[in-house]
Nanobody, 128 residues
Framework: QVQLVESGGGLVQAGGSLRLACVSS????????MGWFRQAPGKEREFVAT????????YYSDSVKGRFTVSRDNSKNTLYLEMNNLKPADTAVYYC?????????????????????WGQGTQVTVSS
């Protein structure tokens, strides 16, 4: 089974940037749509972005559109989330996840319930 490990979280001031990475243990990484989700204290886990298997199609939540960029390097089994112009409201634990079915490309915002493999999460804290 695919295992995912996130890194790159930390403390940053508002307006700053961070780049998260998510490394997969399996070469089958390339056949799965991948997603980023986040969960703030006391809130439900929410969709951030997804990216198709080849990286050609991506979707973003309205709250991060224009500030965050999702990308992937299948040769390195790695998913990325570039986060710019960070805001205190972006403070959360960020999770990467693999879609439940290989060779599938969900469109638009996708429920976390449709993702079957999750990383352990990385904390992002944005100070005002």
């Amino acid at each position: 089974q695919v295992q995912l490990v996130e890194s790159g979280g930390g403390l940053v001031q508002a307006g700053g940037s961070l780049r998260l990475a998510c490394v997969s243990s399996e070469r089958s990484f390339s056949i799965y749509t991948m997603g980023w989700f986040r969960q703030a204290p006391g809130k439900e886990r929410e969709f951030v972005a997804t990216i198709s298997r080849g990286g050609g199609t991506s979707y973003y939540s309205d709250s991060v559109k224009g500030r965050f960029t999702v990308s992937r390097d299948n040769s390195k089994n790695t998913l990325y989330l570039e986060m710019n112009n960070l805001k205190p409201a972006d403070t959360a634990v960020y999770y990467c996840a693999a879609y439940r079915s290989p060779f599938s490309t969900p469109s638009g915002e996708t429920s976390s319930a449709e993702f079957s493999v999750w990383g352990q999460g990385t904390q992002v804290t944005v100070s005002s």
